[in-house]
C-alpha cells in the first residue's frame, strides 16, 4: 500500500523558527519513563471510518495496522530475508506434497481466542472456507478447492501448483468460527467486536484514534511488554512527521524528504528509520500499446539514460525507496538467489552516447537536439503524478531532464490522485511512477510487469497489473511455466528467460526497490528490528508488526 505523500519542506522552516507542537491526541510520556507502557503508533490517512473487518485492506483495522494485534497469521514470514523459511505461529508444522498442490498444516495445542474459546483446526479450515467461497474476501485470489479438517490438522487440496502462492496461503489469519458463522456478508461487516488470537484487544475508536490492550491472560506464549497501544491517524505527512518529532508518536511509516535535518538529527541517539529493500519494484512505466511507446528499442535507450543515483538521491531523500540499478531488474540484496549467473554483478550505467547510437541503429534521427522517430515524427512523452506524492514528482523531473538527453520532450503533469488512479487502471497515461506487488521470489514482480493473462486494451478497467498494457506471448508462457514447474531447476531455467525478456524488451523501467520499513523511537521501546538485527520488516501495518511488538522491550 502506498504511503501518502506530502511536501515537507515547509515543516523545516518552521523547526528552525522555535519548534514544533504536539500534535493530535498521542501523547508521549518522554522524560517521564513510561509507567503505562504505552507505545504510540501513527500513520497521515485522516479520519478513519469504523471499520474492523480483518480481510478487507480498507478497513480502519488494517490500514492502522491493529489488525496484527488482534488477529494472528499461521506462518510468520520475513519479507526483509525472502527465503529464510516461516517461523511457525498459529501452525507448528506444514507440508506440502504433490508439487504444492496439497498441503497439511498441523494446528498448535493451547491457543484461545480472546473470549476465551480455544482454537482448532475447524477454526483454520472454516477461514479458509470463507476465503474460497467469498471473493470479496480473497484479495490474493488463491485458488482454494478442497478444504478439511481431522484432529489438529487441516488439508488443503489446489488443481494446480501453488508454488508462487504458498507464502501467501501460510500467511492467512485465522478468525473464530463460533463468531464468523453468524455474519450474515462477510464481506460488509464491520465487526463491532473483533475477536482473535493475539495478546490485544480492541478497547476503543474515534476516527482518529483507536486502542488495543493487552490481554490480561490467555495468550498462547509470553505476553509482550507492552501494555496499550495507541494508533492515531494524523491529518497529513506534516502531522505526522511533527508527531514523531515530538515523541506523540513513536513509530510509523512516512515519507521524510530532508529526514536528517526534521527528524534523526532532532534526536540521534533515540530516533531512528529503517528502510530496507523487498522484492519489488516502483519504476517508470510505459503504456506499450501507444506509439512510439511500443518499440522496445526506445524503452532500452530511455533504460540507458536514467540517473538512478539521482533519483535515490534527491526524489527518495537517500532513504525510502533504495536504488535499483540490477540490469535484470530484480532488487538485490533480496533477490540475490534469483539472478542468472550471466547477470550477477551487471548494472544499469547512465550511456548517453550508447543510447544514442541505439536510437540511429534502429532508424531514429536526431534533427538538432531533438530526436524523431523513423516516421519523422517528434519523440515526446507526458509523464503524469498525483499532486502531493513529492518523492515521484521529483523522480519524473529527474527523468525528464535525462530524457532531453537524448532529444526526447518530456512534461510532468500532475493531477488528482483519484483521476491518476483512473488513468492507471484504464491505460489511459504515456509515462508514469508506478509499484509492483512483492513476493517470495521475484516472480510476483515479473507477473505484474508482463503476465499477458492479466492485460486489458487501452480503455478498459479492473486492470490488476501488466498496466503497461505489455503484450508477450513468451513471457506470458514462461511465467505459467515457473508457477507450475515440477523442480527447481526448471523454475530456475524459467527465471532465467524472464530476466532475459526484462533485459531486451524493458517493458517498464526499474529505478527503486520498495520497502517495507519505518521510523522509530529507542526512547521508551528498545528491540526494534535493523541492519543488525533484521528479524523482520519495520513498517507497523504488516503482519510481522506484531513479533516487533512482541521483542520490545521498555528502555533502561
Excluded at 494446480?160 to 507464502?167: C, D, E, G, L
Excluded at 520497502?515 to 519495520?538: C, I, L
Aim: net charge neutral.
Amino acid at each position: 500500500m502506498r504511503v501518502k505523500r506530502a511536501v515537507v519542506a515547509a515543516l523545516v522552516a518552521v523547526m528552525a523558527v522555535g519548534g514544533l507542537t504536539a500534535c493530535g491526541s498521542g501523547s508521549s510520556s518522554a522524560g517521564q519513563g513510561n509507567p503505562d507502557a504505552v507505545l504510540n503508533v501513527g500513520k497521515p490517512d485522516g479520519p478513519q471510518a469504523e471499520n474492523n473487518n480483518p480481510f478487507l485492506e480498507t478497513s480502519a483495522l488494517s490500514n492502522m495496522g491493529y489488525r496484527w494485534m488482534i488477529y494472528e497469521p499461521l506462518v510468520m514470514h520475513n519479507r526483509v530475508k525472502p527465503q529464510e523459511p516461516g517461523k511457525p505461529w498459529l501452525a507448528t508444522k506444514w507440508d506440502w506434497s504433490d508439487n504444492f498442490k496439497k498441503l497439511v498444516l498441523t494446528v498448535r495445542d493451547g491457543v484461545k481466542f480472546s473470549d476465551g474459546q480455544p482454537m482448532t483446526a475447524e477454526d483454520v479450515a472454516y477461514t479458509f472456507q470463507l476465503l474460497r467461497d467469498n471473493k470479496a474476501l480473497n484479495v490474493d485470489a488463491v485458488p482454494y478447492k478442497d478444504i478439511s479438517a481431522a484432529g489438529n490438522q487441516v488439508t488443503l487440496g489446489f488443481d494446480n501448483s501453488q508454488f508462487v502462492n504458498q507464502v501467501k496461503i501460510l500467511q492467512t489469519l485465522v478468525v473464530p468460527k463460533h463468531v464468523w458463522k453468524d455474519v450474515k456478508d462477510p464481506a460488509l461487516d464491520l465487526v463491532k467486536n473483533p475477536i482473535g488470537t493475539g495478546p490485544y484487544t480492541l478497547k476503543s475508536a474515534t476516527p482518529q484514534t483507536m486502542i488495543v490492550v493487552r490481554r490480561d491472560s490467555g495468550y498462547w506464549q509470553e505476553a509482550p511488554k507492552v501494555k496499550e497501544i495507541r494508533y492515531t491517524s494524523y491529518t497529513d505527512n506534516n502531522a505526522q512527521v511533527n508527531a514523531l518529532v515530538n515523541g506523540a508518536s513513536e513509530w510509523s511509516f512516512v515519507f521524510i524528504p530532508n529526514y536528517k535535518a526534521v527528524y534523526t538529527n532532532k534526536d540521534p541517539q533515540h530516533y531512528k528509520l529503517w528502510f530496507p529493500a523487498q522484492l519489488a519494484v516502483h519504476g517508470l512505466w510505459f503504456n506499450t500499446e501507444k506509439a512510439p511507446w511500443n518499440d522496445a528499442k526506445l524503452r532500452q535507450a530511455v533504460n540507458k539514460v536514467i540517473n538512478r543515483d539521482d533519483i535515490f538521491n534527491q526524489g527518495e531523500a537517500g532513504y525510502f525507496y533504495p536504488k535499483n540499478d540490477q540490469v535484470t531488474g530484480i532488487p538485490t540484496p533480496a533477490g540475490d538467489p534469483f539472478i542468472a549467473p550471466q547477470y550477477k554483478g551487471q548494472s544499469v550505467k547512465v550511456d548517453v552516447p550508447g543510447a544514442k547510437a541505439l536510437l540511429t541503429g534502429a532508424g531514429y534521427k536526431f534533427t538538432g537536439d531533438k530526436l524523431a522517430d523513423p516516421s519523422g515524427k517528434p519523440v515526446t512523452i507526458k509523464l503524469t503524478v498525483p499532486s502531493g506524492w513529492s518523492d515521484y514528482i521529483t523522480d519524473l523531473e529527474i527523468i525528464k531532464d535525462n530524457l532531453a538527453q537524448i532529444g526526447i520532450t518530456a512534461t510532468v503533469e500532475k493531477m488528482n490522485q483519484d483521476a491518476w488512479m483512473k488513468s492507471v487502471d484504464t491505460g489511459d497515461f504515456e509515462g508514469l511512477m508506478h509499484w509492483t506487488n512483492d513476493g517470495q521470489t521475484p516472480y510476483d514482480m515479473y507477473r505484474d510487469v508482463m503476465d499477458g493473462n492479466r492485460y486489458k486494451p487501452t480503455g478498459q478497467g479492473g486492470i490488476n497489473g501488466n498496466y503497461g498494457r505489455y503484450k508477450n506471448d513468451e513471457a506470458t508462457k514462461v511465467l505459467e511455466t515457473y508457477a507450475n514447474a515440477e523442480d527447481d531447476a526448471a523454475r530456475t531455467a524459467a527465471m532465467a528467460t524472464l530476466q532475459k525478456i526484462m533485459i531486451e524488451q524493458q517493458p517498464m523501467i526499474p529505478t527503486s526497490a520498495a520497502n517495507s520499513g519505518g521510523e522509530y523511537s529507542t526512547k521508551n521501546w528498545v528491540g526494534w528490528p535493523d541492519d543488525a538485527n533484521p528479524y523482520g520488516p519495520a513498517q507497523p501495518t504488516l503482519r510481522n508488526a506484531l513479533d516487533i511488538v512482541l521483542h520490545l522491550k521498555p528502555a533502561a
